[in-house]
């Protein structure tokens, strides 16, 4: 079975320091593997996302993930936080020969101190 | 390209009653997808709609159903609601082929 672990509810930074934001998947197959981010009563918003063209994912707003498969890890960084950064991040798991459902992992909420 | 709407935004309703949620996906987008958000149980799998036939469905009860209409628009009912039903719904679409979904806005749904 297909599963993702987000291994921190809540993270908090301050303003101009890095972010990581942890992520560990379950899958018995090469999965394709999501980050979403979802601000204070809207819809999600993809950041990035891992298909196995690239290890390393560059996404918007400068978060990038890195695919490890010897960790089974996804995890979302970023180098210099901003307040408008302040959200939900998801990892989210695509199950493999079952398009249309996403996976997701709990959640991480992202506090940004100034 | 106009992103995925969704209507209503906000709905109060009562136990017992049901309630219609709509959503318009991506043009050229065929599939669509429905998902429950709730504080206790985070972001649950409903069902997914291709070329108005449903191909996956997640584990809830019969009283969560949908459909999709030719125009590749989808709607979801809940019939005989619960306290418990209240949640944020998001539909999400995706291009044929492509695993990648993009999400509305969600309605907000109340049971009183």
């Known amino acids: 079975a297909q599963s993702v672990t987000q291994l921190d509810s809540h993270v908090s930074v301050s303003e101009g320091t890095p972010v990581l934001l942890r992520c560990n998947y379950s899958s018995s197959y090469s999965p394709s593997l999501f980050w979403y981010v979802q601000h204070p009563n809207k819809g999600l918003q993809l950041l990035l996302k891992y298909t196995s063209a690239a290890t390393l994912v560059k996404g918007i707003n400068g978060f990038e993930a890195e695919f490890k498969k010897s960790e089974t890890s996804f995890h979302l960084t970023k180098p210099s936080a901003h307040m408008s950064d302040a959200a939900e991040y998801f990892c989210v798991v695509s199950i493999y020969n079952q398009g249309g459902k996403l996976i997701f992992g709990q959640g991480t909420e992202l506090s940004v101190k100034p | 390209k106009a992103g995925v709407t969704q209507t209503p935004r906000y709905l109060i309703k009562t136990r017992g009653q049901q309630v219609t949620l709509s959503c318009s996906p991506i043009s050229g987008h065929r599939s669509v997808s429905w998902y429950q958000q709730t504080p206790g149980q985070g972001l649950q799998f409903l069902f997914e709609?291709?070329?108005?036939?449903?191909?996956n469905k997640g584990n809830f009860p019969g009283r969560f159903s949908g459909r999709q209409f030719s125009n590749s628009r989808s709607e979801m009912n809940v019939s005989t609601l619960e306290l418990g039903d209240s949640a944020l719904y998001l539909c999400a679409s995706s291009p044929q082929g492509q695993e990648t979904q993009y999400f509305g806005p969600g309605t907000r749904l109340l049971v009183l």
């Open positions: 709609y291709f070329s108005e036939t449903q191909r």
